[in-house]
């Protein structure tokens, strides 16, 4: 009786995960092979491909325009990160408190992140625009500069500008995590901390921080890994450029699969993101998890 | 996740003294409450227009007249409002009707796609014991470690085979699986905190195993639902990449797709207004859906981030 009850509690709940699994077999597992097996050819868009063992991988290693989209991707990591980091704890702590006016505040600052990218990005580049965008006319209006600004000239400007409309648009995410890890600490510590005399600051540094640990390790690894995967704004704001200057790794992974028509190459790299994306959520876990 | 507890002993010695302690805290308080309120208010609607001004100023752009959207440098208020840049939206491409059916379509697939196969999906994975259950389950969390822009050439060359791509179909198909790690982890979760009992009381009812799901759990696991589909929504509506890798024919670019191809066509600087026209069409179901669902939403965020 006991045996055939679980035998059909197993075949029951095989049925109802059998589906969902069948999908992430064949759109997730399949292509996950297939990236390591294409890695190891020659293999273009069109037209017939071969077997050509770790040349991709060798090749790779000396491609120095991959190693620089790398180091550009790490570049606007580390840029965006902080930038989200400190603009969005400012504004949980300004929206911490219950009530009316903070649930609005919560929504206004939330609002971008609904957005998709590619919109916000397109949204961007025109209030950036020399000709008709908002910021020069601004900055023109003030009398901060004389001629419009031509943001997307430089590499630098270029991905400082980048970086802007991403904190615009993503600090509301960031903030609601960290609200959340806010809340979470007990109300009584303050309480206690305020009867001895600690003050705001004093509340802050040695009962929010602290408590907030795993929250922060939490946003960071997002943050990080959303970073390392960029896409839309730099397709649509640069192009990749001024000089190709402003690659990340998933847009080169593109052009070399879809510009250059060597599937192959793009699945080797896409490989060493894969590696690297794994590394980061291990990483960043293990040097941030719970002290017990 | 249990946080790290401090002890009230510990406090004080950490914490220096405090510069200025208060004599008495109320008074000090009713003394200095309404500046800081009122600089933190200020502070937080300056922010709020920050926050909200791309939006509006491209909203108000979008209808103004042609000539005054594309003014250099750019005026403020419309002289008259315009539908004008709306209108033109017909004349792109095959049309603003077209694009829109098409995102609605892969939005709509994507989203029934995810909700249905996420409720069996967490529904087996909370409520039956089968062998490798922890396993498998780790495994479909683990999945999320690996997001679709990295196997994003063998995507496309397995849709080709599968002669889905350059199709709507094949593209919610990629959306769904994406979203499902993370929509089956959600549903798990809400069936979880539904009781057993009410379960029990169905079975002792005379439901079997579906209809228990179908008449009992899933009015509980509402909240999750939405959730689940709300996210299946801004993925499928929002997503640029996979669309634009996957799909080629002009006539079945999703908005997203269309956007990105007008604007490099539009690169001399003109049509500035039809542009923010389509950029507002794209933004306002997402807009509209995150006012109207906000604390599903942010639910699901948090859920799903959590758990990590």
Redesign the interface.
């Known amino acids: 009786m006991i045996a055939s009850l679980s035998r059909r509690q197993a075949i029951a709940g095989g049925l109802f995960v059998a589906p969902c699994l069948a999908m992430i077999a064949v759109f997730f597992f399949v292509p996950l092979a297939m990236t390591l097996w294409m890695s190891l050819h020659d293999w273009p868009l069109f037209g017939p491909r071969s077997f050509s063992g770790l040349a991709n991988y060798v090749q790779l290693l000396q491609d120095a325009s991959f190693w620089d989209s790398l180091w550009f991707t790490t570049r606007y990591t580390l840029l965006v990160t902080p930038a989200l980091f400190i603009a969005a704890f400012i504004l949980a702590l300004v929206v911490q408190q219950p009530g009316r006016l903070s649930g609005l505040f919560r929504t206004a600052y939330f609002l971008p992140v609904v957005i998709g990218m590619s919109a916000a990005s397109l949204l961007w580049v025109w209030l950036y625009n020399d000709q008709v965008g908002i910021f020069s006319a601004i900055l023109m209006q003030l009398h901060l500069i004389d001629e419009p600004v031509q943001w997307f000239d430089s590499a630098n400007s270029a991905l400082l500008s980048i970086v802007a409309m991403v904190t615009w648009k993503m600090t509301g995410f960031t903030m609601v995590l960290l609200l959340v890890g806010m809340q979470a600490i007990p109300e009584d510590l303050y309480e206690a901390a305020r009867i001895d005399g600690a003050n705001r600051w004093h509340q802050l540094r040695y009962i929010t921080l602290p408590l907030m640990r795993q929250t922060f390790a939490l946003a960071l690894t997002v943050s990080v890994i959303g970073s390392y995967l960029a896409f839309d704004q730099f397709y649509i704001m640069t192009h990749g450029g001024p000089q190709n200057s402003t690659i990340p790794v998933v847009f080169w992974i593109y052009r070399a699969a879809f510009t250059y028509s060597r599937v192959g190459y793009a699945s080797a790299m896409s490989v060493v993101l894969l590696l690297i994306l794994i590394v980061m959520s291990f990483v960043q876990l293990y040097l941030l998890r719970s002290d017990d | 996740?249990?946080?790290?507890t401090?002890t009230?002993d510990d406090?004080?010695s950490?914490?220096?003294?405090?510069?200025?302690?208060?004599v008495e805290?109320t008074a000090q308080a009713s003394r200095h409450w309404p500046w800081g309120r009122i600089l933190?208010?200020t502070?937080?609607?300056g922010?709020?227009v920050?926050?909200?001004f791309?939006?509006f100023?491209?909203v108000l752009t979008s209808f103004k007249p042609a000539a005054e959207?594309?003014?250099?440098?750019?005026t403020f208020w419309p002289s008259h409002f315009s539908w004008q840049n709306y209108a033109a939206l017909t004349d792109v491409g095959v049309g603003i009707g077209r694009y829109l059916w098409n995102s609605t379509c892969v939005s709509l697939m994507t989203v029934i796609?995810v909700t249905?196969?996420?409720v069996?999906?967490g529904?087996?994975?909370s409520?039956?014991?089968?062998?490798y259950?922890s396993v498998?389950f780790m495994l479909?969390l683990a999945?999320m470690?690996?997001?679709f822009?990295?196997?994003?050439?063998?995507?496309?060359?397995?849709l080709n085979v599968l002669h889905l791509h350059n199709s709507l179909l094949g593209l919610a198909?990629?959306y769904?699986?994406?979203q499902?790690?993370f929509s089956?982890f959600m549903m798990r979760n809400s069936f979880d905190c539904v009781p057993r009992e009410l379960e029990e009381a169905a079975t002792l009812d005379g439901c079997n195993?579906v209809s228990t799901l179908w008449r009992v759990m899933l009015p509980v696991v509402t909240p999750g639902i939405v959730t689940v589909a709300l996210f299946a929504f801004?993925t499928a509506?929002?997503?640029?990449?996979v669309a634009?890798?996957l799909i080629t024919d002009a006539d079945k670019f999703t908005l997203?797709v269309l956007?990105?191809s007008a604007?490099s066509q539009f690169m001399g600087?003109v049509n500035?207004g039809v542009?923010?026209a389509g950029?507002s069409i794209?933004?306002l179901p997402?807009?509209f859906?995150?006012?109207l669902l906000?604390r599903f939403?942010?639910h699901g965020?948090?859920a799903g981030?959590?758990k990590?």
């Open positions: 996740m249990s946080q790290p401090l009230l406090f004080p950490t914490a220096p003294p405090a510069h200025s302690a208060p805290p933190l208010l502070f937080a609607s922010v709020m920050l926050f909200l791309p939006i100023w491209s959207a594309s003014a250099s440098p750019p796609g249905v196969l996420s069996l999906g529904y087996g994975f409520r039956f014991r089968f062998p259950k498998v479909v999945t470690m690996i997001p822009q990295s196997i994003l050439t063998p995507l496309f060359i397995l198909l990629v769904s699986t994406f499902l790690p089956i195993v801004f509506w929002n997503e640029l990449l634009l890798v997203p956007l990105q604007q600087g500035w542009m923010q950029i794209s933004i997402c807009a859906l995150f006012l906000q939403y942010i965020l948090i981030a959590v990590a």
